[in-house]
């Protein structure tokens, strides 16, 4: 089994940056693909970034495409969203997942994280 924990989220004001912390605990980080992914009420979740097993290929949503950076540390069991130039309509809860392989499906992953809320005033 395998546990994750989301943090760093908070709110903040439009333009400004955030990174957001998944620490992963119970399986070794290095085998799972990691993603990130995002959900408003009343509406599906979102894909926003994922990273592959090796960490060598990355993926991100064009909406967020050169604004955000999903990275990890294996030594820490962590994965990391850095968020850039956050938009109103990015107010989400956001969540990190973890799978096989780094898909933009939220079906292929298997664990998932309680989620932490990122609120943008415009």
């Known amino acids: 089994q395998v546990q994750l924990v989301e943090s760093g989220g908070g709110l903040v004001q439009a333009g400004d940056s955030l990174r957001l912390s998944c620490a992963a605990s119970?399986?070794?980080?290095?085998?799972?693909?990691m993603g990130w992914f995002r959900q408003v009420p009343g509406k599906e979740r979102e894909f926003v970034a994922a990273?592959?097993?090796?960490?060598?290929?990355?993926d991100y949503a064009d909406s967020v495409k050169g604004r955000f950076t999903i990275s990890t540390d294996n030594a820490r069991n962590t994965v990391f969203l850095q968020m850039n130039s956050l938009k109103p309509e990015e107010t989400a809860v956001y969540y990190c997942?973890?799978?096989?392989?780094?898909?933009?499906?939220?079906?292929?992953?298997?664990?998932w994280g309680q989620g932490t809320q990122v609120t943008v005033s415009s």
């Open positions: 997942a973890g799978g096989v392989t780094n898909s933009r499906n939220p079906n292929f992953y298997n664990y």
């Open positions: 990273v592959s097993r090796s960490g060598r290929t990355t």
């Open positions: 119970g399986r070794t980080f290095s085998s799972l693909a």
